[in-house]
């Protein structure tokens, strides 16, 4: 069984180790963190591994799997700290788990020391670990990286029920931007939607209950009929009055939200034109939308 390291061991990091422990994929061995204290509460999370504190490179041992798990904005000097005290060698695996950064650009210091680097993104949120272990089954997660290393991590991951995809290296933060409009970006949308529904004179707790069966459903809709089939409403129906009313409406309150609307029917609308909206519908949405025609 191949041994692994983890360097930040917090909230992916226990998650997968505890995972890999539970399945014997690998052996756990140093279990780094910043502080003793947190090193030893996620070797107890993982119920295996030996706690190190971040003055301990030097004394870290040997392992054929390294998982840098810090901060996106540590990972390259992470790497570069333990790449100096001989951590890395021609048989090393050395990945990380971000989602904005490609392997090279953060652990290029390993691979001039023969390491074989990926990273490999699991697209899951982790805010609890102990119900992200439990509900691991089935994560997409996006690859990038060395052939060598992806054989093995891409293995690893399947074994806890991980569901591994190629992504292009050299296009990846537009990958991560798109799992950011996906998820992120719905949560500031209904946030949009609820304060306009106060400026309606609409509760926040109502506005609250009236959105969450509509998004559900639409929700639901996007991933059994495709996007075209889920759109609804005025630009899908063609109905260029009241998105023009809307407009005016939104414009009068708050210039922002009059333009996230625009923006966004705008992509609505290439859909409505596939679906099969009239050309003078379309060419009037337009000019109301600002996009050219």
Not at 30 to 58: E, H, P, W
Request: charged share 15%.
């Amino acid at each position: 069984m191949q041994t692994l390291n983890i360097i930040g061991a917090g909230r992916v990091g226990q998650t997968l180790a505890r995972l890999w422990h539970a399945r014997a994929v690998f052996q756990i061995g140093a279990v780094c963190n910043r502080s003793i204290g947190s090193a030893q509460a996620a070797v107890t999370f993982i119920d295996a591994g030996k706690a190190y504190d971040v003055n301990s490179f030097s004394r870290l041992p040997a392992a054929d799997v390294w998982l840098l798990a810090c901060p996106d904005d540590q990972l390259q000097t992470c790497c570069v700290d333990l790449s100096k005290v001989g951590a890395f060698n021609q048989g090393s695996i050395v990945f990380h788990c971000s989602g904005a950064l490609t392997a090279h650009e953060v652990l290029q210091s390993a691979q001039a020391c023969g390491a074989q680097i990926a990273s490999l993104h699991p697209i899951k949120s982790f805010a609890s670990p102990e119900a992200a272990a439990q509900g691991f089954e089935g994560t997409f997660c996006g690859t990038e990286g060395d052939a060598a290393a992806l054989a093995v991590l891409e293995s690893a991951f399947a074994a806890i029920g991980g569901q591994c995809f190629a992504i292009k290296s050299e296009s990846k933060t537009l990958y991560h931007a798109a799992s950011v409009m996906a998820c992120n970006y719905l949560v500031a949308l209904q946030e949009t939607s609820i304060q306009t529904f106060a400026q309606a004179g609409v509760a926040r707790e109502q506005a609250m209950a009236i959105l969450q069966p509509i998004v559900s459903d639409t929700v639901h809709n996007i991933f059994s009929m495709g996007t075209q089939a889920a759109l609804t409403g005025p630009i899908a129906r063609g109905d260029a009055l009241v998105v023009k009313k809307q407009v005016a409406a939104l414009s009068a309150w708050r210039t922002d939200y009059a333009h996230t609307y625009q923006q966004l029917g705008r992509v609505a609308l290439t859909l409505a034109e596939q679906r099969g909206i009239s050309e003078q519908a379309a060419y009037t949405l337009a000019q109301i939308l600002g996009r050219e025609s």
